[in-house]
């Protein structure tokens, strides 16, 4: 569970409606399904219009990862390679074939088999890179669905404002319920910049660095995939992809070397 998110989510929401409370409010008062329906389905409707159906079901699908971190251990991606890089060191790098059905990871996978089928570390690199910069280029727009939510929100919850009004002062005969009605029609606009700066805008920041960290693993595994075919002493593989894990604690780090034998 990422405790950041959750907190966030509780803080926010907390001091919003504690504030409400405060000042004698209800929070009946701004339960309003209508403007629910219109904000929530206006942002949705033009981000259908806005990014491909796949790319949106990818990024409701990512949003999981807001509230709950992905499974992903770096420093034990770190032990993976280097325990392949005495193995490589040892028997050559053909051996490192019988370990490919083992592997889950794709990108790791598919970068050691053609290592093992002997491509060039230079052509290894560039391919990989390629497939590389494909995949961030895709995954960039995860985040950028959400970054949009959170821009069209606001303004479709003060359509949802307009339409309230526009029903308003079609009843001015009836001036006490004009009140109301008003308190009710701006109930679309707390909706639409609440859901943006509460959740759209903080989901796509929170996405974004995961992402990133998925990437930073995808790099690392390059780098030393590479570095074993190229024939790197497993000690010094292993110092130079701790590199790449800057949240890594020095303890583990050093934990991890002496798993490392010499």
């Keep these: 569970?990422?405790?950041?998110?959750?907190?966030?989510?509780?803080?926010?929401?907390?001091?919003?409606?504690?504030?409400?409370?405060?000042?004698?409010?209800k929070i009946s008062q701004v339960l309003?399904?209508?403007?629910?329906?219109?904000v929530f389905g206006g942002t949705l409707g033009a981000v259908l219009i806005q990014f491909p159906l796949p790319v949106v079901l990818g990024a409701f699908g990512r949003l999981v990862h807001v509230f709950i971190e992905p499974k992903r251990n770096a420093l034990g991606m770190v032990k993976e390679l280097v325990s392949y890089a005495n193995k490589a060191r040892r028997e050559g790098i053909v051996s490192l074939d019988a370990e490919l059905q083992k592997i889950e990871e794709p990108f790791l996978k598919k970068s050691l088999?053609?290592?093992?089928?002997?491509?060039?570390?230079?052509?290894?690199?560039?391919?990989?890179?390629?497939?590389?910069?494909?995949?961030?280029?895709?995954?960039?727009?995860?985040?950028?669905?959400f970054e949009s939510a959170g821009g069209f929100s606001p303004?479709?919850?003060?359509?949802?404002?307009?339409?309230?009004?526009?029903?308003?002062?079609?009843?001015?005969?009836?001036?006490?319920?004009?009140?109301?009605?008003?308190?009710?029609?701006?109930?679309?606009?707390?909706?639409?910049?609440?859901?943006?700066?509460?959740?759209f805008l903080p989901a796509s920041g929170k996405l974004k660095i995961r992402i990133r960290e998925e990437q930073v693993i995808r790099e690392m595994t390059l780098e030393g995939v590479i570095s074993i075919l190229e024939g790197m002493n497993p000690r010094m593989l292993e110092t130079k992809l701790l590199g790449y894990l800057a949240e890594a604690k020095p303890q583990e780090a050093e934990e991890q070397k002496t798993e490392v034998p010499g």
């Design 113 to 145: 088999m053609l290592a093992v089928d002997g491509t060039e570390p230079q052509e290894l690199r560039k391919m990989m890179e390629l497939e590389l910069d494909n995949q961030a280029e895709h995954e960039e727009k995860i985040p950028q669905v």
């Design 155 to 199: 303004t479709i919850g003060i359509i949802g404002a307009v339409l309230g009004l526009i029903q308003v002062m079609q009843h001015l005969d009836k001036i006490d319920e004009v009140g109301r009605g008003i308190a009710v029609a701006f109930v679309a606009t707390i909706y639409g910049v609440g859901a943006a700066n509460l959740f």
């Design 32 to 38: 309003q399904p209508t403007a629910a329906m219109i």
């Design 1 to 25: 569970m990422d405790k950041a998110s959750w907190g966030g989510v509780a803080l926010g929401l907390g001091g919003i409606v504690g504030g409400l409370l405060l000042e004698g409010g």
